[in-house]
Every structure is written in structure tokens, then in C-alpha cells.
């Protein structure tokens, strides 16, 4: 549905994305994710075709955006952060506006406006001015003017900032029902709620495509160390001596001494060995009582931040360097590719030949052997 190949985007000499490439599949909800200046917003404004890549190719349902903008404009329904609304219109007044800057044919106006407000569930508050409205109600008044028409594709950017917790539930579950008609890119900076809505993430750094998995996938591998919480009844206080008799204990941290008298650990590992046995084997004959020790699980918050943390900042030198050795693989690339065309052409000349000199001869011999008859 959306393809984004070798994608750069310079201002000057600052790349603000460097050749990025990943896919978003028809019917999935895919998070974007990043830190402020990773390239979001402009990957995401090339995408909706607001700006145009450097280098690089984006392929929207099988059109390019930049040979064919207006077909893949409206394929796309696009939904800005910070809910820009016209305050002096109604929520309908402003859909129907939307409506018309996307080109929906009059005939077809009325029912479209009256059922994007319905899906957002603003019937009631359809004839009120937007600049009335809740938080809530604008972010999803927003949202009717990105989904009117039934575009294919959304792009939402930040579709819940600022919102309280009754409305993010909300609008999540907005989101949601949308999988059933729409193909869905959400930028968002609160990666819990990504994991709780999308399947796969595409992770951007410095510019950069660090990943694309699924938020399964990335959790699972967000840590090669097993952390246990541990509650025990430990009265002469021999727990933190089993970090002697078990190797794989990195630490072990008090984190709350309760009003019974039981305390509450966290054991980081420097493996992924199970070490639970080990510890109830140990507590038990130390005379300690385990009242609970569960795994510590990790979330895509610790896989985000395994994955960005320290990466390297290139300088303007390196990344001249890189784009340098990029240009030279791509012109040895053409004149390879020129070679093998110019090779290929002397051997079709050549099997021309041979093909026209076949025919001569058997012409010649059909020929004489007419005459000798």
C-alpha cells in the first residue's frame, strides 16, 4: 500500500532523512515512532506529498507521488498533530470543507459528511463551533476531516496528545474500527499506546530506519538479561546473601519494605537463564519465604530506548563521506549495467547474423535443388 524506497530529504547539508526505506501493508496499523527531529514529520509530509523527497521513490497503491499526486492525494486522509480547526465553522461546516478541498462530488457530499461524523461520533455536537469543543471532540472533529471520503490510507500524527485518560480510550478505540476499511500510519510518542494498537512499528533515529518489527518481536528482544521481582518474608534478613551462591545475579535492589514486615525486591541477571530454582531452592533452606517472584516483562518503551540509545551522530564530514561512496557504487552500478547492455546488443547483432546467413544458405539450397529437378 505504501512503499518508500531510498528516500533521502537534504535542506542544504543537513539530511533530515537518509535513504529510508520500509513498507506498510494494506489493512495494517503501523506506528511510527521516534524522538523530536528523528524525521517523522517529514517522512510523513512526503508520504501525504506536503513536501518532495531529494532521492528516492514513494509508491502509494501503485502510484508514484511524484508523477501521479493528485490520484495518491486522494488515497489519503491526513490528520496533523495539534488539531488545526477552523474555529469559526461547526463541526459540520468543517467536514463538509474537508470534503470539498478532497473533490468529492456533490452528489455524494451529504452522505459522506454524515457518515465521517458519525464514525467519530460527533452527532451531537455536529452544529457546534469547533472552537467550543473539548480537547476530545476537536481531536476527533480532526478526525473526520482526515477519514471523509474513505480515504484508503491514514495518517495520523499524534492522534491523543493532550487528551485525559477517558478520551485516549476513546479515540483508541476509534483508531481500531478503522482497520476494517483503512490502512493506518500513526506517529505517536507514547509508545505504550502503539503497542496496545499496532502489530509493527518502523523505528526512525537521526534520520535513519533502525527498525521495522513487530512490537512482539521487539519487546521479546528488548534485553538479553532476565529481571525478577521477588516478594519474600525474609526475618533475619539473608536474602541479599543468595547473590553470593547464584552468578548469574548482577544486583539486587531493595524496592519496598512493607508494613508486615515482608520486602520487596527487584534481581537483574547478566544472562537469560531461569534462575527461579535456584532461588527457591536456596530460600528454602535459608529459612526464607517466598510470597511471590514473578518475570519482569519487557515493553516496547525498552526496546525503543535499546535500540537509540548511543547511536552515533554523524558529522556533516561522514555523512558527505557516505553519500560520496553512495554516488560511486551507483555509478559503477550503471556502467556495469551499460556493459552488460552493450553486450548483450553484440550478441543479438551477432545472432542477427548468423540468423540471416542461416537463411541465405537455405535459400541457396532450396534453390539448387529446384534446379536439379
Known amino acids: 500500500m505504501i512503499e518508500v524506497k531510498n528516500v533521502t530529504k537534504k535542506y542544504g547539508n543537513f539530511y533530515a532523512v537518509r535513504n529510508i526505506n520500509f513498507e506498510v501493508r494494506d489493512g495494517e496499523i503501523v506506528g511510527f515512532l521516534g524522538r523530536n527531529g528523528a524525521g517523522k514529520s517529514t517522512t510523513m509530509n512526503?508520504?501525504?506529498?506536503?513536501?518532495?523527497?531529494?532521492?528516492?521513490?514513494?509508491?502509494?497503491?501503485?502510484?508514484?507521488?511524484?508523477?501521479?499526486?493528485?490520484?495518491v492525494k486522494k488515497l489519503i486522509g491526513y490528520m496533523p498533530e495539534g488539531t488545526p480547526l477552523y474555529s469559526d465553522l461547526t463541526v459540520k461546516e468543517f467536514v463538509s470543507y474537508m470534503a470539498d478541498l478532497k473533490l468529492i462530488p456533490k452528489k455524494e457530499k451529504k452522505e459522506a459528511v454524515k457518515k465521517a461524523i458519525e464514525e467519530t461520533g460527533l452527532e451531537k455536537v455536529q452544529n457546534n463551533l469547533t472552537r467550543n469543543l473539548s480537547r476530545g471532540y476537536k481531536q476527533r472533529a480532526s478526525m473526520?476531516?482526515?477519514?471523509?471520503?474513505?480515504?484508503?490510507?491514514?495518517?495520523?500524527?499524534?492522534?491523543?496528545?493532550?487528551?485525559?485518560?477517558?478520551?485516549?480510550?476513546?479515540i483508541r478505540e476509534l483508531i481500531k474500527s478503522f482497520r476494517k476499511n483503512h490502512t493506518v500510519l500513526i506517529s505517536s510518542h507514547i509508545l505504550s499506546e502503539i503497542s496496545q494498537l499496532c502489530e509493527k512499528v518502523i523505528i526512525i533515529d537521526k534520520g535513519e530506519?533502525?527498525?521495522?518489527?513487530?512490537t512482539k518481536h521487539l519487546e521479546d528482544n528488548a534485553t538479553d538479561n532476565i529481571t525478577l521481582n521477588v516478594v519474600v518474608d525474609d526475618i533475619n534478613n539473608k536474602f541479599l546473601s543468595i547473590k553470593n551462591e547464584i552468578s548469574e545475579i548482577k544486583e539486587i535492589k531493595l524496592l519496598n519494605e512493607n508494613e508486615d514486615k515482608t520486602k520487596e525486591y527487584l534481581i537483574e541477571t547478566n544472562s537469560n537463564n531461569d534462575i527461579r530454582k535456584q532461588i527457591f531452592s536456596i530460600c528454602a533452606k535459608s529459612d526464607i519465604t517466598i510470597l511471590e517472584m514473578k518475570k519482569v516483562e519487557t515493553s516496547l518503551e525498552d526496546a525503543f530506548i535499546k535500540l537509540v540509545e548511543n547511536r552515533p551522530e554523524y558529522s556533516q564530514k561522514e555523512i558527505k563521506k557516505?553519500?560520496?561512496?553512495?554516488?560511486?557504487?551507483?555509478?559503477?552500478?550503471?556502467?556495469?549495467?551499460?556493459?552488460?547492455?552493450?553486450?548483450?546488443?553484440k550478441q543479438a547483432k551477432k545472432e542477427e547474423k548468423a540468423r540471416k546467413k542461416a537463411e541465405k544458405e537455405n535459400k541457396k539450397e532450396a534453390k539448387k535443388g529446384e534446379e536439379d529437378k
Open 46 to 71: 512526503m508520504i501525504t506529498g506536503f513536501i518532495e523527497p531529494t532521492e528516492g521513490d514513494i509508491i502509494v497503491d501503485g502510484y508514484d507521488i511524484e508523477r501521479k499526486p493528485k490520484k
Open 144 to 170: 473526520a476531516g482526515a477519514i471523509v471520503g474513505d480515504p484508503k490510507i491514514l495518517i495520523l500524527d499524534e492522534p491523543t496528545v493532550g487528551l485525559d485518560p477517558k478520551q485516549v480510550i476513546e
Open 209 to 214: 530506519i533502525v527498525a521495522v518489527d513487530s
Open 322 to 345: 557516505m553519500q560520496y561512496e553512495k554516488e560511486i557504487e551507483e555509478l559503477r552500478e550503471e556502467e556495469q549495467a551499460k556493459k552488460e547492455e552493450k553486450a548483450n546488443k
